[in-house]
T-cell receptor
Framework: DTGVSQNPRHKITKRGQNVTFRCDPI?????LYWYRQTLGQGPEFLTY????????KSRLLSDRFSAERPKGSFSTLEIQRTEQGDSAMYLC?????????????FGDGTRLSIL | DQQVKQNSPSLSVQEGRISILNCDYT??????FLWYKKYPAEGPTFLIS?????DKNEDGRFTVFLNKSAKHLSLHIVPSQPGDSAVYFC???????????FGKGTKLSVKP
C-alpha cells in the first residue's frame, strides 16, 4: 500500500510564472483533497474531488488556481501568474470516503517559493 | 473567525511523563474530530479520532477526550517518548464533503 505521492517536492519560480503540481492518491481512494499550509498555520482546505468531479472549492481558491482530476486518478493543481503570497506548502490528501472513520492520508507536500 | 483553536504553540515534557495537548472549537455542529502528527518536511500523519457521540477514545499510548459542553478536546500521550516530538494538529470535519478544519498546531518536545 503506497502512500499519497506528490511531485515535485520543491518548486522555486519567479513571480508571474505558472506552476503545476501533481498528486497521486492511494489507489482506490475515490476522494482527493488539496490543502495549503503557510508558516505557523494549520493546513487550509482548497478543493475536493470525488472521483473526477470537483465538488467543492474554498474561497481561498482564486481564479488563478485550477485543479483537475482526469479519470479520477491523479490530480493536478495549477497556479497561473504566481504572486508572492502563493508561497506555501501545498498538501494533497486522499480517503476512501468522507467521515472520521476513514481519515485522510496526506502526501509530503510540494513547497512553493516565489522569488 | 478560527473555528478550531490550539492556544498553546509549544509544550515541553520529560520522557516518561504525560503530554496533554488541548484544542477548543466554536462550531457545535462538528461531529468528528481528529489528531494529526507532523514531522518537519513530511505531511501530517493521522493519529486518532473521536466521534461527537463519544467522550473518550483510546489507542495504545494515545487517548483523546471530548467535552462537548465545553467545546474542548484533549490528546493525552502516556508515557511520552522522544520520538513523539513533533507538531500536533487538531482538526474537525468541517464540510459536507469531509474537508478538515485544522488548528494552528502545538509543537511538542519530549526531552530524554
Amino acid at each position: 500500500d503506497t502512500g499519497v505521492s506528490q511531485n515535485p517536492r520543491h518548486k522555486i519560480t519567479k513571480r508571474g510564472q505558472n506552476v503545476t503540481f501533481r498528486c497521486d492518491p492511494i489507489s482506490e481512494h475515490n476522494r482527493l483533497y488539496w490543502y495549503r499550509q503557510t508558516l505557523g498555520q494549520g493546513p487550509e482546505f482548497l478543493t475536493y474531488f470525488q472521483n473526477e468531479a470537483q465538488l467543492e472549492k474554498s474561497r481561498l481558491l482564486s481564479d488563478r488556481f485550477s485543479a483537475e482530476r482526469p479519470k479520477g486518478s491523479f490530480s493536478t493543481l495549477e497556479i497561473q501568474r504566481t504572486e508572492q503570497g502563493d508561497s506555501a506548502m501545498y498538501l494533497c490528501a486522499s480517503s476512501p470516503r468522507g467521515g472520521g472513520s476513514q481519515p485522510q492520508h496526506f502526501g509530503d507536500g510540494t513547497r512553493l517559493s516565489i522569488l | 473567525d478560527q473555528q478550531v483553536k490550539q492556544n498553546s504553540p509549544s509544550l515541553s515534557v520529560q520522557e516518561g511523563r504525560i503530554s496533554i495537548l488541548n484544542c477548543d472549537y466554536t462550531n457545535s455542529m462538528f461531529d468528528y474530530f481528529l489528531w494529526y502528527k507532523k514531522y518537519p518536511a513530511e505531511g501530517p500523519t493521522f493519529l486518532i479520532s473521536i466521534s461527537s457521540i463519544k467522550d473518550k477514545n483510546e489507542d495504545g499510548r494515545f487517548t483523546v477526550f471530548l467535552n462537548k459542553s465545553a467545546k474542548h478536546l484533549s490528546l493525552h500521550i502516556v508515557p511520552s517518548q522522544p520520538g513523539d516530538s513533533a507538531v500536533y494538529f487538531c482538526a474537525a470535519i468541517g464540510g459536507s464533503q469531509g474537508n478538515l478544519i485544522f488548528g494552528k498546531g502545538t509543537k511538542l518536545s519530549v526531552k530524554p
